[in-house]
């Protein structure tokens, strides 16, 4: 791999990179090397998870040996005979005596920080196949995902799960935990590789410890620390994780999301009724202590310390909650809420006796009654101490911080809002989103603790001493507002252009339908019915022309939900699902992986003309999945996704901002954020379609509001230059279809479809693609399906090739197979494990490299071949292979077994008779078991070597293990039959 020099920071890149992704990294080591913080954002597709990493790996590396040289000149001065000013020049010279910067501190660790452990788990891939794989890294995942006790582990409630694992640990009774002390050390532990969460279980099973206490030990002595954002920007789970800041270098990836995990991370919300249920839980706790003695009380619980706490302490705490409450109920709300500063909340809680120099004390208590009652019994449907925790949530975050600077922040930064809510009535929602209140006798109080300042959040980091704060992703633009909204000083700042070249994209802002109705999706316009079906027939009228995948965006559910009442009873769906299938976002997680999956494999189908997923802005399509390639050719934004304009929380937060730029001029006005949070999600939204250099869409902006100057300057930097302005909707569909008939003619073809994802089986459920270097590949139960598998590798022939070359797509060609060549994942389903776990239809995990068929009948290049070899061209699916035999001027053309996993099944159980295809499964089974080369063969032989079928028979050879391939080969040369 060569070394690329930059700021004086040899830079080890697997290739020779882009001026693009030498910005970028001269970027990250300019901020690293001036311990400033630096805004960095480089569209998808620009590699820029690697060139973080390579980047600030090796400022770290270089970092380190100027440390050590200077230790240890320090030293030599300090035992040396030199004289004193000598000494002392040494000793400065080695940062020993007066350090211009924190260097002094001790060795910096990278905190590598995203928004899901999914993210993290592809950025620590990149690592892994980069030349800096030999840096100490480790991951910090919750219990829920890496506890491996049986009992713990299968607690559902992950507050309950955290309180049994607390006290199995102080009880010294789980020997898991007490397994971690003797197996730290273990090579499968401190070897060379970089384990991931799946690999920590692993781990962990197989020596019999913690995984999760195990990541807190490979922290310590870790160059890089995995981690997910609420671990850094949470106080509490910062000091639950152990995570020390002080003079380390932080990297928020996917940092468009920031801002709201920052307000989201210091806010909460309490209700009168969290507060009842807290009382009952003291007065359940105080009757225990009645009613049990303390020695049936041990018996109870096993290495229960009922001293932690006494019935004084429960009186006292009951009496707490009761002036809390009566507190609350004392409240003046009106009829739309009441709000208060933010200092008002330190008010309302000292009424119940909760301050400053007593809050530890009560959150103690808490906590300890939170454990005995999530441990005392089995039962799930005994009290778990849900009501204590919302309390004790709520001092942790009020009390966060307890200096006068802090309450002064707060006093600046929040606001109380008191609102009442209807009981039967609290979970509708207007048009919008927005709650609607009630003030019935059956309603209960809501106390929102809101903070309007990411800028709090992230002045609670620098309060920490951190050397360098990155914030980074594909998104950010513009850079002016976030910089303000922070609040935070940034020394560097970049906007990179796109890598792709202008004939790979086309922008257009389509103001008007094909009957010449404006479109526009504003509040007075949405419920038009007129509008409606326009909207309608312009996506019918696109879907005609887009290829493949088709991705539609609307501003929220209840407008996606009536437009699609609306134009059912129009007919313009079934027209629409007539052509590309529709498939439609849930809002319900537990849908979302098997409606995704048929979608993908409805694109990966030939006999269709690809999909069309209709999915909301913000959503987990338009924030999380990669639709590279054919899954995702244009993207339709329907409109602009403001947030809901009767919050509560969203009028406060302009209030807010109108209140902070009445002192200063430069900060965001209450509107222009609005507009920025609108702006913000198209970007991520129209962020899913163009994933590498190769890759090629449109962007259709259907809202006539998208032609001001003021929101074009707010979307991304590298579209800006591509936008154009529709003025007549025929010819505007004219040029859609010529760019996409220009692009399948100049541009290479992907050389493998993007395969199906599959669920997890795990505790995550994160599916989609994952970038390899700039191009996509899946994520199956959050690991990549990887090039240079073995076992997945088997399924193309040359597949080294392929993805060699699909990478050199990318990255100019010269190195990428090398590259390419190291990645090596550990587990890949072949067709011998997909035969025998399961007798159901194989899931795909690869497409045909090349089929001929109607939708790329008109490629010039196959176009050329198929003239050359006077080839007829026609639809067809693998049924017409196998009914028919494809000639050539009369000569009969071999076939070849599809490339496709399940096509080959396919193809293999339709010929075979019922027990003949468990005889196949059976010797399949068999033979990866034993290996028995030649009953596997005489048994194949039986079934599949005749004339319709030897194809098939020649085609298993990929799946046969490597020391049996050539004599398999060598048999095949030699069988001569009758067809």
């Known amino acids: 791999m060569p070394d690329v020099m930059i700021l004086g920071i040899p830079v080890s890149f697997p290739f020779e990179p882009y001026d693009v992704q030498i910005a970028y990294m001269e970027g990250v080591i300019q901020s690293l090397q001036n311990n400033t913080n630096a ?68 060795m910096p660790k990278i905190i590598y920080s995203s928004r899901t452990h999914s993210q993290l788990t ?51 009774t789980c020997h898991f935990y007490n397994n971690v002390e003797s197996k730290k050390d273990d090579r499968a532990v401190k070897g060379d590789e970089i384990l991931d969460i799946e690999d920590l279980v692993t781990v962990g099973k197989k020596l019999k410890c913690c995984p999760y206490y195990l990541s807190k030990e490979l922290k310590q002595d870790a160059d890089i620390i995995f981690m997910p954002y609420n671990y850094i920007l949470d106080p509490k789970s910062r000091k639950a994780n152990g995570v020390d800041l002080m003079n380390n270098v932080i990297i928020l990836d996917e940092a468009h999301n920031v801002e709201k995990m920052c307000e989201e991370s210091a806010s909460l919300q309490i209700r009168t009724t969290d507060v009842a249920l807290c009382i009952d839980e003291i007065t359940h706790v105080m009757r225990s202590f009645g009613e049990t003695s303390v020695e049936e009380l041990d018996m109870t619980v096993e290495g229960a310390q009922p001293k932690d706490f006494t019935c004084d302490d429960l009186c006292i705490l009951k009496e707490m909650m009761l002036a809390l409450e009566k507190a609350i109920d004392e409240i003046h709300v009106g009829t739309d809420g009441t709000t208060y500063p933010g200092g008002y909340i330190f008010e309302l809680l000292g009424k119940a006796e909760i301050k400053d120099h007593n809050q530890m004390s009560v959150i103690t208590l808490i906590e300890n009654l939170i454990q005995f009652l999530s441990t005392a019994s089995a039962s799930p449907f005994s009290r778990k101490g849900v009501g204590l925790q919302k309390i004790v949530d709520l001092l942790n975050v009020v009390f966060s911080g307890t200096t006068h600077a802090y309450k002064e922040r707060v006093k600046m930064c929040y606001k109380v809002h008191v609102q009442i809510e209807d009981k039967k009535n609290n979970t509708k929602t207007d048009s919008w989103g927005a709650l609607k209140t009630a003030t019935s006798k059956t309603a209960e109080r809501v106390i929102s603790y809101w903070c309007f300042s990411p800028g709090f959040g992230m002045k609670q980091l620098l309060d920490q001493n951190v050397r360098s704060i990155i914030l980074t992703s594909g998104t950010l633009a513009p850079l002016k507002p976030l910089k303000s909204e922070l609040g935070i000083p940034v020394g560097v700042q970049l906007e990179n252009p796109h890598i792709v070249k202008s004939n790979q994209i086309c922008v257009k802002i389509v103001g008007q339908g094909p009957d010449g109705t404006q479109l526009n999706s504003n ?64 809002q319900r997680k537990d849908t979302f992986n098997a409606i995704i999956s048929d979608y993908y494999s409805k694109i990966s189908d030939p006999s269709t003309r690809g999909a069309c997923f209709m999915a909301v802005c913000r959503g987990k399509v338009s924030e999380g999945l990669d639709f590279a390639d054919m899954n995702g050719r244009a993207v339709i934004i329907t409109g602009l996704p403001f947030p809901p304009l009767r919050d509560p929380r969203i009028i406060l937060k302009k209030k807010y901002l109108e209140e902070i730029r009445a002192n200063d001029k430069d900060n965001l006005s209450g509107d222009e954020w609005y507009t920025l949070e609108a702006t913000r999600a198209v970007n991520q939204a129209i962020g899913r379609v163009i994933r590498h250099k190769n890759d090629y869409g449109a962007i259709l902006l259907c809202d006539t509001r998208f032609n001001s100057p003021k929101l074009k300057g707010q979307l991304s930097a590298w579209l800006r230059d591509h936008i154009n302005v529709s003025t007549k909707f025929g010819e505007t569909v004219s040029e859609i279809c010529r760019f996409f008939k220009t692009a399948q003619s100049i541009l290479p073809s992907p050389r493998l479809k993007p395969l199906l994802p599959h669920e997890s089986n795990g505790n995550r459920s994160e599916i989609g693609t994952t970038r390899i270097s700039g191009v996509a590949f899946p994520i199956t139960n959050s690991r990549v399906v990887k090039p240079g598998n073995k076992k997945t590798v088997s399924q193309y022939p040359n597949s080294n090739e392929v ?85 050539c001027n009369n000569v009969v053309v071999e076939k070849e077994a599809p490339v496709s996993l399940i096509d080959f099944v396919k193809e293999i159980k339709v010929l075979l008779k019922s027990e003949q295809y468990k005889q196949f499964q059976v010797s399949i089974s068999t033979y990866k078991k034993d290996g028995d080369y030649p009953s596997f063969t005489e048994i194949l032989s039986s079934l599949l070597e005749n004339g319709k079928t030897f194809y098939l028979f020649k085609g298993m050879k990929r799946f046969l293990k490597e020391e049996h391939k050539s004599m398999f080969q060598e048999y095949c040369d030699n069988v001569k039959f009758n067809s």
């Open 523 to 586: 509040y007075q316009n949405r419920d038009n019915p007129k509008y409606i079906c326009s909207l309608g027939r312009t996506i019918l009228s696109f879907s005609r022309v887009v290829p493949d995948g088709l991705l539609v965006f609307f501003p929220s559910y209840p407008i996606m939900a009536k437009c699609q009442e609306m134009w059912q009873s129009e007919g313009i769906w079934s027209s629409i699902n007539s052509i590309k299938p529709i498939f439609v976002e849930p």
């Open 803 to 887: 993805y060699a070359d699909f990478s050199m797509d990318f990255y100019k060609n010269s190195k990428a197979s090398a590259y390419v060549s190291e990645f090596k994942p550990k587990e890949a389903k072949d067709l011998f494990t997909a035969l025998d776990s399961s007798n159901q239809e194989v899931e795909t995990t690869s497409q045909p490299l090349v089929t001929i068929h109607k939708r790329n009948a008109d490629d010039p290049k196959i176009a050329s071949v198929a003239k050359r070899k006077k080839l007829k061209i026609k639809p067809f699916g693998f049924e017409d292979n196998l009914n028919s035999e494809p000639k």
């Open 39 to 106: 805004v960095l954002e480089s569209p998808t597709g620009t590699g820029k998870t690697l060139c973080l990493l390579c980047s600030s790996l090796a400022w770290l590396l270089v970092k380190k040996a100027q440390l050590q040289m200077n230790a240890k000149v320090g030293n030599f001065a300090e035992h040396s005979n030199f004289s004193g000013a000598l000494r002392d020049n040494l000793k400065t010279v080695a940062g020993t005596g007066k350090a211009k910067d924190n260097t002094g501190w001790g």
């Open 122 to 172: 592809q950025a620590m891939q990149e690592l892994k196949r980069s030349s800096y794989r030999h840096v100490k890294a480790s991951i910090l995942g919750s219990r829920d995902q890496m506890c491996i006790h049986p009992e713990v582990s299968k607690e559902t409630n992950n507050i309950n799960k955290v309180h049994m694992c607390q006290l199995k640990v102080k009880t010294r």
